[in-house]
């Protein structure tokens, strides 16, 4: 097979694609060099992934299980932060990734709650039962634990679910973790979620918490609301949409 030797191939029309290599052919990008596209499709045309030019994916559905990007909160000394729209029938599973997120009060537990209306009702309208366990080490190799938390679990109650223990507001301490919500848009089912989460604790022990429960509705869930409870809080919070399988 001739090789053609250049730095840049280009059509006149940039709907036309341009093939490399017949086929049995090994195309091969040197070390160091950088292949660029915003899409990735099959022989039919049909597409794998797409990408919007700043790193957001859209998947082929037959990749079952798929991360999509949806939304990016980053908030400064803010009281909360909600996510009240793109929480619908689109996606089964909903994750939410918190990155260092610093209370400005010290200790104050990092929580969430959930509307039907995208927040117009407040975030007290629905029960959640919960359970909750967390293992701890000190800094300082002094102590350790691991135990059941009666006190981070919730029976029936519209009060909102914490989701750390006594996190520090020192400027290299935060919390970071992940909160799944499951089918939130269900009209016949129980919303079931967990969390797992790691904290810096206020007087320097880590702490790993997990925790598991249920929105006691069948009312299709739209909006989460997260704040710290008392004080206002840093970080930032993504939103992702687990593609159906």
């Known amino acids: 097979m001739s090789k053609i030797y250049a730095d840049t191939i280009e059509t006149e029309n940039p709907n036309v694609d341009i093939t490399l290599g017949a086929a049995g052919d090994a195309v091969l990008i040197p070390s160091g060099a950088t292949l660029k596209t ?13 990408s919007d030019g700043s790193g957001t994916l859209t998947v082929n559905s037959a990749f079952g299980g798929g991360r999509t990007l949806l939304a990016t909160n980053t908030f400064t000394n803010q009281a909360s932060s909600s996510f009240t729209t793109l929480i619908d029938s689109t996606y089964d599973v909903y994750c939410f990734r918190f990155i260092d997120i610093n209370p400005i009060t010290d200790a104050a537990e990092f929580q969430f709650q959930v509307d039907d209306d995208a927040g117009n009702n407040g975030y007290n309208d629905f029960n959640i039962t919960s359970s909750a366990f967390q293992a701890w080490h000190a800094e300082d190799n002094s102590n350790h634990d691991f135990s059941y938390q009666t006190d981070m679990d919730l029976a029936q109650s519209t009060s909102y679910q914490n989701l750390t ?81």
């Open 38 to 50: 915003n899409k990735i499709a099959d022989a039919g045309g049909n597409n794998l992934f797409t």
């Open 165 to 245: 223990r006594n996190p520090g507001n020192d400027a290299d301490q935060s919390s970071g973790g992940e909160l799944y919500l499951f089918n939130p848009s269900s009209t016949l089912y129980v919303k079931n979620f967990y969390a797992r989460t790691q904290i810096a604790y206020y007087t320097d022990l880590v702490f790993s918490i997990f925790i598991g429960g249920y929105i006691n509705t069948k009312t299709a869930i739209n909006a989460i609301n997260f704040k710290s409870a008392s004080g206002n809080t840093n970080g930032i919070i993504k939103m992702y949409g687990i593609s159906k399988s």
